[in-house]
């Protein structure tokens, strides 16, 4: 849930779509109908916190948290590119 940048009231997303594998836009209106304000937020994956336990799965190109890049610097799938 947003909070309306205007009133402050909660704002509920109307719509959305993705715009990268990472990336979603969301559209939101504010439910005070005296103000009824509409905006557009975004909202991404920044880094892992933890990784998945499935092996299977390819790893994606999204940077581990500070803790797990200690936690897991001998895997070299998850080895980061500095």
């Known amino acids: 849930m947003m909070s ?12 959305s ?3 990268s ?3 979603k836009q969301r559209y939101h209106q504010c439910t005070n109908i005296e ?7 975004s909202e ?3 880094e892992i916190i ?3 336990n499935r092996k299977d799965l ?3 190109e999204i940077p581990l948290s500070p803790r797990m890049r200690k936690t897991y610097i001998d895997y070299p799938e ?5």
Do not use: I, M
Request: aromatic residues 8%; proline residues 10%; positive net charge.
């Open 21 to 23: 594998e990472n990336v």
């Open 50 to 52: 933890q990784p998945s």
């Open 4 to 15: 309306c940048p205007f009133c402050g009231h909660a704002a509920h997303a109307r719509s």
């Open 58 to 60: 390819p790893v994606p």
């Open 78 to 82: 998850f080895k980061q590119s500095n």
């Open 17 to 19: 779509h993705k715009v």
């Open 35 to 41: 103000c009824s304000a509409t905006f557009c937020t």
């Open 44 to 46: 991404a994956v920044e």
